[in-house]
């Protein structure tokens, strides 16, 4: 078939290269200059556990009445912000508060379970291509009061029941596991995951595009998509006259899903839940983190990428692209220096990141058939993208295929909103 994929961030170029990998031509359109320049381009890092990543799902982590406005807000809502970005705030708050109150939704177990196969599919991927993006494997979820525990505690048993190993531990062991952890932060209790696992999205992406090319999937970058097509499918681009005619498209766009559903007569609640990083040169490895090392108080995360350190965190709706909130970066800077403060070099070489997480209110993406002819949707994975673009692009290279995927990928379609 000939197939174009609208989006080269990380799930793009999955998509893209699982699609070339069963014969496809594929065409990836993409309206940067390079692959992963926009969410994917200096996230995180961390691939697993996925329900124990900062803003991975509502529900997990912060308490659901946190202040939204303020310095000490977890989940602001910044100038500029949209009716639809309210509504799908409200959505958001409603599956958190359900959650806190111990009923979990179906939508996390299927997000850990999609994440868990997805996990498998990266390592197969590594392993078929030589590749190595900076993996490290290791967790620590950092609990500095007993109540953090407890707001976590069904997380932790849906967790249990999927078999994720999972052991919790006090302060003494948590710093016999990550030595460079500060002996001065208070620290109630941690949570050892030996499977947990951070690695480089942004290299990865680089080195999936190339595999692709090798197997025939051409990238055509600074094209911007301005419509979708169906019954026949194609894609408008910027410029252009007439579509380019397709026998399949699939969207992986992010910031742009909506606007071109839309048209379409497709909408899906997604927002732009903006995050930032900070990343620094390694400083000294024993007193740098070994692994991933999440603080659950102020839902942030921190993880060493080759020899750097990056911090990340922050959740906001609204605000200009150019705008950064200095309170929320103030907020990175202590929880770095809170539990390592001797493993970055803060003064020079520091890159500062904002960047926009495409979210649905459940968690979970949007994968599989639109219910148009021709169209398929890989979108809305928010700070999940790296954690399940390999399994996500594998489930919808066997649905164009029509073959039946690995795992059960009911409760993943538009049609749940």
């Given amino acids: 078939m000939k197939i174009a994929i609208v989006g080269a961030g990380i799930v793009g170029v999955a998509t893209a290269y699982e699609l070339a990998r069963d014969g496809h031509e594929v065409t990836v359109l993409e309206q940067r200059s390079a692959a992963a320049e926009e969410a994917s381009f200096a996230n995180g890092g961390l691939l697993a556990p996925a329900l124990l990543q900062p803003w991975a799902a509502p529900g997990v982590g912060g308490p659901p009445r946190r202040p939204l406005l303020g310095r000490q807000a977890l989940l602001r809502i910044a100038s500029g912000v949209s009716g639809a970005d309210l509504a799908w705030l409200w959505r958001w708050r409603r599956a958190a508060r359900q959650a806190a109150k111990g009923t979990l939704p179906p939508a996390l177990a299927t997000l850990e379970h999609l994440a ?18 900076e993996c490290r494997t290791g967790g620590l979820v ?8 407890a707001a976590l505690a ?14 919790e531990v006090d302060a003494e062991a948590a710093r016999r596991i990550e030595p460079g952890l500060s002996p001065h932060t208070p620290l109630a209790a941690a949570l050892h995951l030996p499977g947990g696992e951070v690695g480089n999205c942004r290299l990865f992406a680089l080195m999936l595009r190339q595999a692709a090319q090798q197997l025939g999937a051409q990238f055509l970058f600074n094209t911007t998509v301005r419509r979708l097509h169906t019954a026949p499918a194609g894609v408008q681009v910027a410029g252009e ?4 005619s397709f026998d399949a498209v699939v969207l992986c766009a992010g ?29 000294e490895d024993l007193y740098a983190p070994q692994g991933a090392v ?28 150019s705008l950064q909130h200095a309170p929320t970066l103030e907020r990175l ?6 539990w390592f403060p001797g ?75």
Avoid at 121 to 132: E, F, N
Avoid at 142 to 149: G, I, V
Avoid at 294 to 316: F, Y
Avoid at 399 to 412: D, K, M, N, S
């Fill in 241 to 244: 006259a007439a579509p380019r």
């Fill in 333 to 338: 800077y202590q929880v770095l220096t809170d």
């Fill in 294 to 321: 999440v603080d659950a108080h102020h839902q942030a995360s921190i993880a060493r990428l080759g020899q750097r350190v990056r911090v990340s965190g922050g959740a906001e709706l609204g605000g200009a692209p």
């Fill in 343 to 417: 493993g970055a070099q803060l003064s020079s070489g520091v890159q500062v990141w904002r960047g926009a997480r495409p979210m649905l209110p459940d968690g979970p993406p949007v994968l599989g058939a639109s219910g148009l002819q021709g169209l398929w949707l890989n979108l809305g994975h928010g700070a999940s993208g790296w954690t399940v673009a390999s399994g996500c692009a594998r489930v919808l290279a066997d649905l164009v295929a029509q073959r039946t995927p690995e795992i059960a990928h009911e409760g993943l379609g538009a049609g749940r909103f």
């Fill in 116 to 133: 868990r196969y997805s996990q498998a599919r990266l390592h197969a991927t590594l392993a078929a291509l030589d590749m190595d993006p």
């Fill in 154 to 167: 069904p997380v932790l048993q849906l967790l249990r029941d999927a078999g994720v190993p999972l052991h």
């Fill in 255 to 283: 910031a742009s899903a909506a606007a071109l559903l839309r048209p379409l007569g497709l909408r899906l609640p997604l927002a732009m839940l903006h995050g930032y990083t900070v990343s620094a040169p390694l400083r």
């Fill in 142 to 149: 950092l609990l500095r009061t007993e109540p953090e525990r």
